[in-house]
């Protein structure tokens, strides 16, 4: 299963930015669908997922600013980013888990998308 995510660029503090990542490959279905990220220096960090398809999870510091969403059609996750801070700053990768066609489980990560936030 391979992903590909799109959306990431330099915006200035206050703005907003939109991440989409699509799941290809022989997918029977997707468990759970999320976004995580990294900032120079630091370990990668959750920031949302949906897991089961409608359960949704925040992290605390994007609470209120972030929305993630799924279109179960076409295996596409995306995570709406309002009222970006400098903090925000790092490589957002997208993340998926779930079962293949044949059967077995699968967990893959996309090519990771820049997100600048200048201040």
């Known amino acids: 299963v391979q992903l590909q995510a799109s959306g990431g660029g330099l915006v200035q503090a206050g703005g907003s930015l939109r991440l989409s990542c699509v799941a290809s490959g022989r997918i029977n279905f997707i468990h759970n669908m999320g976004w995580y990220r990294q900032a120079p220096g630091k370990q990668r960090v959750l920031v949302a997922e949906i897991i089961s398809g409608s359960r949704t999870d925040y992290a605390d510091f994007v609470k209120g600013r972030f929305t993630i969403s799924r279109d179960k059609s076409k295996n596409t996750v995306s995570l709406q980013m309002n009222s970006l801070k400098p903090d925000d700053t790092a490589v957002y990768y997208c993340?998926?888990?779930?079962?293949?066609?044949?059967?077995?489980?699968?967990?893959?990560w996309g090519q990771g998308t820049q997100v600048t936030v200048s201040s």
């Open positions: 993340y998926v888990a779930g079962m293949t066609a044949s059967f077995t489980g699968f967990s893959s």
